[in-house]
Every structure is written in C-alpha cells, then in structure tokens.
C-alpha cells in the first residue's frame, strides 16, 4: 500500500481558533497546518495528514469534527504520494 496525503479545511467555533488550532496540533499530530483568512475576518485552518493508504481519511475527518473548539471540516484534496 502507498501513502495518502489529505487536505482538509477546518472552521473553528466563533472565537475558538487558537483553541482549535492548538487541540488539533496535540491531539492528532498533523503533517502540515495554517491558519487562512478567507473573507472580512473568518479564519480556516487548512491540516494536511499523510497517511498509510489503508487507514482511510474517514476516520480523520471523525477524529477532527471531535477536537474541542472545531465547528466544522470538509476534504478539500486526497491524492497518492
């Protein structure tokens, strides 16, 4: 099996970013994260993960939407490596 790289788009809880932000980077370790203004003040997290292609992005993304202070998350790219 090969590695998988996931991209996914995290929005925080209303004035939670950093929380977010910080949650995510203990509890989960991912490979890559930045923070992204998008529009008059809202912030993403953008958190990239590299994985063993059986583990599946699923199980992330209910890791994810789990850690305190994350709203909402979305896949935005998922491709081999």
């Given at each position: 099996?090969?590695?998988?790289?996931?991209?996914?788009?995290?929005?925080?809880?209303?004035?939670?970013?950093?929380?977010?932000?910080?949650?995510?980077?203990e509890?989960?370790?991912?490979?890559?994260?930045?923070?992204?203004?998008?529009?008059?003040?809202?912030?993403?997290?953008?958190?990239?993960?590299?994985?063993?292609?059986?583990?599946?992005?699923?199980?992330?993304?209910?890791?994810?939407?789990?850690?305190?202070?994350?709203?909402?998350v979305e896949?935005?790219?998922?491709?081999?490596?």
């Amino acid at each position: 099996m090969g590695k998988v790289a996931v991209l996914f788009k995290v929005y925080a809880e209303d004035g939670m970013e950093s929380e977010a932000k910080k949650n995510i980077s203990e509890q989960l370790k991912p490979t890559a994260m930045q923070e992204e203004e998008i529009a008059f003040g809202i912030k993403i997290l953008k958190v990239m993960f590299v994985y063993e292609d059986e583990q599946g992005s699923s199980k992330l993304e209910e890791a994810l939407r789990k850690v305190h202070g994350v709203r909402e998350v979305e896949v935005m790219e998922e491709s081999l490596v």
